[in-house]
């Protein structure tokens, strides 16, 4: 029997190509499957004709083709069980069982965590019918929060700097906008500073630190217009000096993964802690239970440990005393997206060779809504191609990106020209 490993990754977006590109290297690593998977993902697994949301027809694939291990990348498929399912059918997989999924799941739920823990973050009001949510609006003027309880891939959160806006933000959840995420609404103290974001590795009673970095969700220049899943990102976060980094692990992660443990519901998974650095000291805005797309793909690229060795081992209970080594490197990554997104957008429109792209030293191209027909690539999603850069400096990385982004021809495309904004004005500055 060999000692390598058959595993099956579950996604098709840039972060699922990032660690794809990551488990390649693992000498540990026989075959690796993915489904659905994308252009980008295809070069590098075989695809799984499975969907993730049958449980049975993904053990059964599991257990045809001997699979040892599953990862799974989006949120939608740990919030649904899929980990349950396939650790009852005796199959290893990385991520959260449901329950502990809610942390991302549930507005509310964490929230609720927050307050019985003591974790810092925005006070808040948890409501079930529109009427209770607007009357809340009245002793809670603007600027607000109003999130959609559930999954709403990443659009239900809006930030109201008006009255009209928030009441807006309630109408939409409670009329149906983000389906079932938004049958209970979340409002909070509008938070003022600069966004981060830390990932934590769990095995359930340790929390390895992994990195941060920085996104950027609006859609426009200056980080104007509506949210989106996220423009681009970069990694290290600047604002996340070592005093910080400590203190979020000290007041935030550590509490959480205690907390968890201690509801009976141990947290095993990618923990993404998505931060707002106030004059006051960290607060928490929200938890994800996977890596963020599109920071996974910059942190993949400063990675130097093996990842499936990693992913094991928070699966097994084995974190204790192990660290992760990353290059000194900044990465940055620049989304390119289809014209009119976040809102509708043409599909099926054809890229052009990303060869020019590629060809340049420190860039990777990761795919996120592509697929390939008749020898084209064409652009099938919202957020398309990750270009990804590596500096010395955010400023270098940043240079280097664009110049790839430039060099790669598709009409239908465009990008923020701006991405690592805040850190290149902290280069900027004399010390």
């Given at each position: ?5 058959n595993?099956l ?6 972060r ?13 690593l ?23 949301s049958?449980?049975d ?11 040892d291990?599953?990862?799974?990348g ?7 069980g899929?980990?349950d ?41 948890r ?21 959609a ?7 239900g959160?809006?930030?109201?700097m ?23 609404v ?15 590795l769990c095995?359930g ?29 970069y990694?290290p ?5 070592p005093d910080?980094?400590q203190?979020?692990?000290d007041?935030i992660?550590?509490p ?13 998974g990618i923990?993404f802690?998505g ?6 000291g ?18 993949m690229?400063?990675?130097e ?6 992913l ?10 192990k660290q ?25 429109t ?9 060809a ?18 064409l652009?099938?999603?919202g ?7 590596r ?13 790839a982004?430039?060099a790669i021809e598709?009409?239908?495309g ?17 010390s």
């Open positions: 029997m060999s000692d390598r490993l595993v990754l579950i996604g098709s977006g840039g699922e190509h990032s660690l794809a590109f990551a488990l390649s290297k693992s000498p540990l026989g075959e690796l499957y993915v489904a659905p998977g994308n252009a980008g993902l295809l070069q590098l697994a075989k695809k799984a004709e499975v969907k993730e049958d449980h027809a993904v053990i059964a694939f599991c257990k045809d083709k001997a699979i291990f599953v990862i799974i989006p949120e939608a498929p740990l919030v649904d899929l980990v399912s396939l650790t009852a059918a005796g199959i290893e997989a990385f991520g959260p069982s449901a329950e502990a999924a809610q942390l991302e799941g549930s507005k509310g739920y964490t929230k609720d965590l927050c307050a019985e823990f003591n974790i810092p973050t925005a006070a808040y009001a409501f079930t019918d529109a009427e209770a949510a607007l009357a809340y609006l009245t002793t809670h003027p603007a600027p607000i929060v109003i999130k309880d559930g999954l709403a891939a990443g659009k959160v809006t930030v109201a008006t009255n009209e806006e928030a009441r807006a933000a309630i109408k939409d959840c409670f009329d149906g906008a983000f389906g079932e995420a938004g049958a209970e979340v409002i909070e103290a509008f938070l003022e500073g600069e966004e981060a974001s830390l990932f934590a095995d009673k340790t929390a390895m630190l992994l990195a941060s970095a920085q996104d950027h969700k609006p859609v426009g220049e200056g980080d104007t217009g509506p949210n989106t899943g996220g423009m681009g990102a990694t976060a600047p604002v996340m000096t910080l980094t203190e979020v692990i007041k992660v550590k959480t993964i205690d907390g968890m443990a201690s509801r009976g519901v141990p947290f095993v923990l802690v931060l707002m650095i106030t004059r006051t960290p607060e928490l805005i929200e938890y994800n239970v996977r890596f963020g797309d599109p920071e996974c793909q910059t942190l690229m400063r990675l440990s093996d990842l499936l060795e990693l094991l081992a928070a699966t097994r209970g084995e974190l204790a005393g992760a080594s990353w290059s000194d490197d900044v990465v940055l990554n620049v989304v390119l997206a289809s014209k009119g997104y976040p809102g509708s957008y043409e599909k099926g054809v890229i052009k060779d990303l060869g020019a792209a590629e340049i030293e420190g860039v990777t191209v990761f795919h996120a809504g592509t697929s390939e027909k008749d020898g084209q690539l652009a099938t999603g957020r398309v191609l990750n270009v990804c850069a500096g010395k400096s955010v400023t270098e990385a940043q240079a280097l990106a664009y110049k982004v430039d598709w009409e239908n465009f990008c923020r020209r701006d991405i690592g904004w805040r850190a290149v004005r902290r280069e900027k500055q004399p």
